[in-house]
């Protein structure tokens, strides 16, 4: 790349580093200050500054940077699995092309060993609203992600594999990172369960645990085709609104995976348990009809109700995973969705539904 715009910490944000972003699209737009409005640290390190130039017509004032986590423990988790570096490499490659919405992108970079940086346009320039984690969404907000969800699935389903393009979605660092994850389950299982304390039956424990020591079989198990493109972090805080219109941030855990996965992982830590129990059967039936709508044509509820219940065990993980390291997320939203995951898995006994 003709212009290095890596930078490892918010003090890098200089004029100058705003100049050389602007220079490969907008090579006469001249950068005259640059300032921070908020940084947020968590599994990365997210930024929102202020740029000002002399072309607002065609480049935002506002800007959107994420840089490597300055917590050390989300940042050993996220490096050498490369999610900065997935989520930039979705921007170069992918963004254009899926069928919802995201931010619109600048520039971006990641080079090995030296760091990642991506520059997107802050989304509340266009008017629209960030999601936050612990937010609880209405049906009304639930169903239209789950039909954005189905159109995202639709148009990757059972199609990944032959196409080389996606091919690096299916590398060794995907299988670096379920390495990692088995290899981490039952310390990190333990450690989550014993700071979730009395949120965690003794029953719910032991279950738990003898889930981590199975994980690699379970994670198999969950691998099942037919396979599509899915999200893989879909909570409130990865979405933004505009005009009662979901769009979808937050793209660095993007994989070949079962799209049902993607809607009990937002189903189980977005609406109230109450609910999901109320709706959860209707909402399953308006995801396979929108797979329908947009070509699907093999689906069956029943196995769509099964592989929902089964996949229903990794936003449980995730939660505890996410209490166990720490810094990762405000720990008010992270006990919220925790609630919520241990209400589904305990709703449909998931446990029972897989190979332990």
């Given at each position: 790349?003709k212009?290095?715009?890596l930078?490892?910490?918010?003090?890098?944000?200089?004029?100058?580093?705003?100049?050389r972003?602007?220079?490969?699209?907008?090579?006469?737009?001249?950068?005259?200050s640059?300032?921070?409005?908020?940084?947020d640290?968590?599994?990365?390190?997210?930024i929102?500054?202020?740029?000002?130039?002399d072309?607002?017509e065609?480049?935002p004032?506002?800007?959107?940077?994420?840089?490597?986590s300055?917590?050390w423990k989300?940042r050993?988790?996220?490096?050498?699995?490369r999610?900065?570096?997935?989520?930039?490499?979705f921007?170069?490659?992918?963004?254009?092309t899926?069928?919802?919405?995201?931010?619109?992108?600048?520039?971006?970079q990641?080079?090995?060993?030296?760091?990642?940086?991506?520059?997107?346009?802050?989304?509340?320039?266009?008017?629209?609203?960030?999601g936050?984690?612990?937010?609880?969404l209405?049906?009304?907000?639930?169903?239209e992600v789950?039909?954005?969800l189905?159109?995202?699935?639709a148009?990757?389903?059972?199609?990944?594999?032959?196409?080389?393009?996606?091919?690096?979605?299916?590398?060794?660092?995907?299988d670096?990172?379920?390495?990692?994850g088995?290899?981490?389950?039952?310390p990190?299982?333990k450690?989550?369960i014993?700071?979730?304390?009395e949120?965690?039956s003794?029953?719910l424990n032991?279950?738990?645990?003898?889930?981590?020591h199975?994980?690699r079989?379970?994670?198999?198990f969950?691998?099942?085709?037919?396979?599509?493109?899915?999200h893989?972090?879909c909570?409130?805080?990865n979405?933004?609104?505009?005009?009662?219109?979901?769009?979808?941030?937050?793209?660095?855990?993007?994989?070949?995976g079962?799209?049902?996965s993607?809607?009990?992982?937002?189903?189980s830590?977005?609406?109230?348990?109450?609910?999901?129990?109320?709706?959860?059967?209707?909402?399953?039936t308006?995801?396979?009809?929108?797979?329908?709508?947009?070509?699907?044509?093999?689906?069956d509820?029943k196995?769509?109700q099964?592989?929902?219940?089964?996949?229903?065990?990794?936003?449980?993980?995730?939660m505890?995973v996410?209490l166990?390291?720490?810094?990762?997320?405000?720990?008010?939203?992270n006990?919220?969705?925790?609630?919520?995951?241990?209400s589904a898995?305990?709703?449909?006994?998931v446990?029972s539904?897989l190979?332990?």
């Amino acid at each position: 790349m003709k212009y290095n715009i890596l930078a490892h910490h918010p003090n890098d944000l200089t004029i100058g580093w705003a100049q050389r972003v602007v220079n490969l699209h907008y090579p006469d737009t001249k950068v005259s200050s640059i300032s921070i409005v908020s940084i947020d640290i968590g599994t990365t390190t997210r930024i929102r500054v202020l740029v000002e130039h002399d072309n607002p017509e065609a480049l935002p004032k506002k800007w959107f940077i994420k840089l490597p986590s300055l917590n050390w423990k989300a940042r050993l988790i996220t490096a050498l699995p490369r999610l900065l570096h997935t989520e930039i490499r979705f921007y170069n490659e992918l963004a254009l092309t899926v069928p919802i919405n995201t931010p619109d992108f600048i520039q971006a970079q990641s080079k090995f060993g030296a760091g990642s940086t991506l520059v997107l346009f802050d989304i509340t320039e266009s008017g629209a609203t960030p999601g936050m984690p612990g937010d609880t969404l209405t049906i009304t907000e639930a169903t239209e992600v789950i039909k954005q969800l189905a159109k995202f699935h639709a148009q990757y389903w059972n199609n990944v594999h032959n196409d080389t393009s996606y091919h690096w979605l299916a590398s060794p660092v995907r299988d670096l990172e379920d390495h990692l994850g088995t290899l981490l389950s039952v310390p990190l299982m333990k450690r989550g369960i014993r700071l979730a304390g009395e949120l965690i039956s003794p029953v719910l424990n032991a279950s738990a645990i003898r889930y981590a020591h199975n994980r690699r079989k379970i994670m198999r198990f969950l691998s099942g085709s037919p396979k599509t493109l899915i999200h893989h972090d879909c909570h409130p805080g990865n979405l933004f609104w505009k005009e009662a219109q979901p769009g979808f941030l937050d793209w660095q855990l993007i994989r070949i995976g079962e799209g049902i996965s993607d809607i009990s992982y937002f189903l189980s830590m977005a609406v109230k348990s109450e609910d999901r129990k109320k709706h959860e059967n209707r909402l399953l039936t308006i995801y396979k009809q929108e797979l329908i709508n947009n070509g699907v044509l093999s689906t069956d509820l029943k196995n769509i109700q099964q592989r929902y219940y089964a996949h229903l065990i990794y936003p449980f993980e995730a939660m505890i995973v996410t209490l166990a390291i720490g810094g990762m997320m405000n720990l008010e939203s992270n006990l919220k969705m925790l609630r919520r995951t241990i209400s589904a898995i305990e709703d449909h006994n998931v446990f029972s539904a897989l190979p332990m």
